[in-house]
């Protein structure tokens, strides 16, 4: 059974630093990762797809990295802003059985402050 | 329309009521997927439909849980006899099809059991 993990669960800094925000994942059988971004009360926001054969995605500010091989994600933010501040969520498709589920982890806290 | 709608975006109800949440999916999206988040938690499958397929409903936490999705476009989530611990946001998905492609999430329905 997949199992996500994301840590930490809550982070705070402050405005322009550069941060990392990690995730990972037991079951290497994989075909994609996705990154989401949750604002409170509102749904999710996809960040970043990196698909089981890439290594990294670059959207801007922000940069996903992944080792499957080790289990492991990274999302890179760079000169943060408090606009940032939101719940980080990390899912992943695996290939599997069911393969059309994603299996999340619960999420960073990022705090980002002026 | 443009994204993932859902409706109502807020529900309160009593214990033992029966409740329905509403799941508009992208036009043309043919898969959907239902997850819950409660308190505290990751998200959580809840169910999926792919075209004409027999959904996977392996993810319903009782039998007072049931969906259905009617024409193979919009979604109902129907909880009989609410207890509390039902509480949670309900969050829909959509797929374009059976793909590597990115999930899109609509902005959920928030369960408040009293």
């Known amino acids: 059974k997949q199992e996500v993990t994301q840590i930490p669960a809550a982070l705070s800094v402050p405005e322009g630093e550069n941060l990392v925000l990690n995730c990972s994942f037991t079951?290497?059988?994989?075909?994609?990762l996705q990154w989401f971004r949750q604002d409170p009360g509102k749904g999710l926001t996809s960040l970043l797809l990196?698909?089981?054969?890439?290594r990294e995605q670059t959207s801007g500010r922000l940069n996903a990295s992944l080792d499957k091989s080790s289990g492991r994600s990274t999302l890179y933010i760079a000169a943060s802003q408090p606009g940032d501040s939101a719940t980080y969520l990390c899912?992943?498709?695996?290939?599997?059985?069911?393969?059309?589920?994603?299996?999340f982890g619960k999420g960073t806290l990022l705090t980002v402050n002026p | 329309g443009a994204g993932v709608s859902q409706s109502p975006s807020n529900k309160v109800t009593e214990k033992g009521k029966d409740v329905e949440l509403r799941c508009d999916p992208i036009s043309g999206h043919t898969a959907l997927y239902w997850y819950r988040q409660s308190l505290g938690q990751g998200l959580e499958f809840l169910i999926y439909f792919q075209g004409n397929s027999a959904p996977d409903k392996s993810g319903l936490p009782s039998d007072r849980f049931s969906a259905e999705r009617t024409g193979g476009s919009v979604s109902t989530l129907t909880i009989q006899r609410t207890q509390q611990e039902d509480s949670a946001v309900y969050l829909c998905?959509?797929?374009?099809?059976?793909?590597?492609?990115?999930?899109?999430f609509g902005p959920g329905t928030r369960l408040t059991v009293l």
């Open positions: 990196i698909q089981s054969s890439q």
């Open positions: 079951d290497s059988a994989i075909y994609n």
């Open positions: 899912a992943v498709r695996s290939s599997g059985g069911s393969n059309y589920k994603l299996t």
């Open positions: 998905a959509s797929l374009a099809g059976f793909s590597y492609n990115e999930q899109f």
